[in-house]
């Protein structure tokens, strides 16, 4: 299971073997906090610019899960690789592994002592090590992509809660990731902002982002996601096409939870 690590090029940030869209490959995975357990033996697969959705009930452990995906967590038993690189791997370079992981939180988690701007740069210069120039090349272009070019200079606290998961999103795009986390993205926002934050996630899915996605937003899911995924009590109970998983679930739990949230 150990492997060695590949010897980046010189000259290219990204040679390292998380080039561009990365699938994301869970096996096994268990994860326990003392005597509870919350993950119990998960497996799921994300094809390189798939999107899965992730839906279950609140404490079923989907939050665990995305947390194990870049190590915010520590499994205990369970393999998860990300493109050909091994996270799990007790020698993994958890920091290079993490460049190349966007996540985004229900809440937000900008920087609010920096400008909007200074939020998408300060990873980039500090992580990557680009200049500051080319730092703020790249975030002002990733400002214009989620429509906020214009707030660049402005503060966290300046914006709607839509905006600022907008800025959220552009600091993740601005550090190239080959993977995207979303945990509950829309989830905190005022339902008149959610639509702007979505149209930003189907246009990343439209560009071949790989994005595993735990999200109430069954319309969107329905309309995004290559799978869904449903999670309870800390297994997959079942898993397939949208139209299937939403439109026409086999397993009770799975219907029971829908006819909750749709
Ligand atoms: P979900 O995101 O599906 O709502 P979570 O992954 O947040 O579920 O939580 C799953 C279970 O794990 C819950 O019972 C929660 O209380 C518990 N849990 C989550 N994080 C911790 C932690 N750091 N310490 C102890 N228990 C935790
Ligand atoms: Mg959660």
């Known amino acids: 299971m150990s492997t060695?690590?590949?010897?980046?090029?010189?000259g290219r940030e990204h040679a390292d073997g998380l080039t561009g869209a990365a699938s994301v490959v869970i096996e096994g995975l268990h994860k326990a906090y003392g005597s509870l357990e919350v993950l119990k033996g998960i497996s799921l697969t994300v094809g390189a610019g798939q999107v899965v959705c992730l839906i279950g009930p609140s404490g079923s452990g989907k939050s665990t899960l995305l947390r194990c995906v870049n190590l915010l967590e520590t499994p205990q038993q369970g393999r998860i690789t990300i493109g050909d690189f091994d996270v799990t791997d007790p020698e993994a370079d958890v920091d290079r592994m993490r460049r190349h992981v966007g996540m985004v939180f229900q809440q937000f988690?900008?920087?609010p002592h920096?400008?909007?701007l200074e939020n998408?740069?300060?990873a980039q210069v500090k992580v990557l090590k680009r200049d500051r120039a080319e730092a703020e090349r790249i975030a002002r272009g990733n400002l214009e992509r989620v429509g906020l070019a214009e707030k660049a200079d402005g503060f966290p606290d300046q914006l709607s809660g839509g905006q600022q998961q907008r800025v959220a999103i552009a600091r993740a795009l601005s550090m190239d990731p080959s993977l995207m986390l979303f945990d509950e993205p829309t989830?905190?926002?005022?339902?008149e902002t959610v639509g702007d934050v979505l149209a930003i996630m189907r246009n990343l899915a439209a560009e071949g982002m790989t994005m595993l996605v735990v999200t109430h937003e069954m319309e969107f899911a329905r309309d995004v996601a290559?799978?869904?995924v449903?999670?309870?009590?800390g297994v997959v109970v079942e898993e397939g096409p949208a139209a299937e998983v939403i439109g026409n679930p086999r397993e009770p739990r799975t219907q029971a939870f829908l006819s909750r949230v749709l």
């Open 4 to 10: 060695q690590s590949p010897t980046p090029r010189p």
């Open 120 to 122: 998408c740069t300060v």
């Open 226 to 228: 290559d799978k869904v």
């Open 109 to 111: 988690n900008l920087f």
């Open 230 to 233: 449903f999670m309870d009590g």
């Open 114 to 116: 920096l400008s909007v």
């Open 187 to 191: 989830s905190a926002l005022d339902p």
